[in-house]
């Protein structure tokens, strides 16, 4: 999730609440390719082979959280193509709630899922 997801967001947070603090001018399609991206990696992740958590019901969520979270970039990506800055903003704000409220959740332990020989054996994206 860090290579697919946390660029992308990084990214489109800088660029939506941020940019006048840029000493570079900032290419116009940087936003919604971002926000693209954000929805691909959005939607690999309601795909993720190995949901997190034991119960059927732990799993449920997760994939709520990953629909949600698919379906806000969607929209950021329709606010950034129709030109609303306000909107988008406010989609973004919606997705970062529901990104914190998944990681709550959903977090792993880096360190629980590397094996003996420090090679990562958990679930990717």
């Known amino acids: 999730m ?3 997801v946390n660029p992308s967001f990084s990214k489109i947070s800088f660029l939506l609440f941020h940019e006048e603090d840029s ?5 116009p399609t940087a936003l919604p390719a971002s926000a ?10 309601t795909k993720w082979p190995e949901l997190p958590g034991e119960s059927e019901q732990s799993k449920l969520v997760f994939t709520e959280y990953a629909d949600s979270l ?10 950034l193509h129709g030109n609303q800055r306000d909107s988008a903003r406010k989609v973004f704000e919606s ?3 529901k990104c914190d409220a998944c990681h709550h959740f959903f977090r792993y332990d880096q ?8 090679q990562g054996n958990g679930p990717r994206p």
């Open 23 to 27: 000493e570079t001018d900032v290419d």
């Open 36 to 45: 693209a991206e954000l929805a691909r990696a959005a939607e690999r992740l």
């Open 70 to 79: 698919r379906s806000d970039a969607v929209k950021l990506v329709e606010a």
């Open 95 to 97: 997705l970062h709630r």
């Open 111 to 118: 360190s629980s899922v590397l094996d003996q020989r420090g």
């Open 2 to 4: 860090k290579t697919r």
